[in-house]
């Protein structure tokens, strides 16, 4: 009974150790959506067809954004992005992510209400 005790013991402290040794986990930023979006912005405002570097960082992008949080986080700077673009052409932003081959719900979009995101 002591050795199973034991080995629960040193098993639960390899996992607390392991666990504190994780590191945190990376909020999103602005800047980063940002750099990601950068190579789609001919796209974005004149359509046509994504570059591989702009569909590259729309998997970035999903990539960057794996939880609620996130996803929120990352929706609002599109959202900002976009605002201050006047060119950006909403039907090209709407088609990007399947245009690339990327299932997110993430839009991009001036008028996305990103609290709704999930």
């Known amino acids: 009974m002591k050795g199973a005790a034991a080995v629960l013991i ?26 990601a979006l950068a ?10 067809a994504p570059s591989s570097g702009c569909c590259n960082g729309v998997r970035t992008l999903k990539s960057m954004a794996p939880t609620t949080t996130d996803r929120r986080t990352t929706c609002q700077c599109a959202k900002d992005a976009a605002s201050r673009n006047p060119n ?3 039907d090209a932003a709407a088609a990007l992510p399947s245009k690339c081959g990327v299932q997110t719900n993430i839009p991009i979009s001036r008028n996305t209400d990103c609290s709704s995101i999930s």
């Open 10 to 35: 040193a098993f639960l402290v390899a996992i607390a150790t392991v666990n504190f040794m994780a590191e945190p986990a990376t909020a999103v930023t602005c800047a980063a959506v940002n750099k």
């Open 88 to 90: 950006l052409r909403e």
């Open 39 to 48: 190579p789609c912005l001919s796209y974005l405002t004149g359509g046509g």
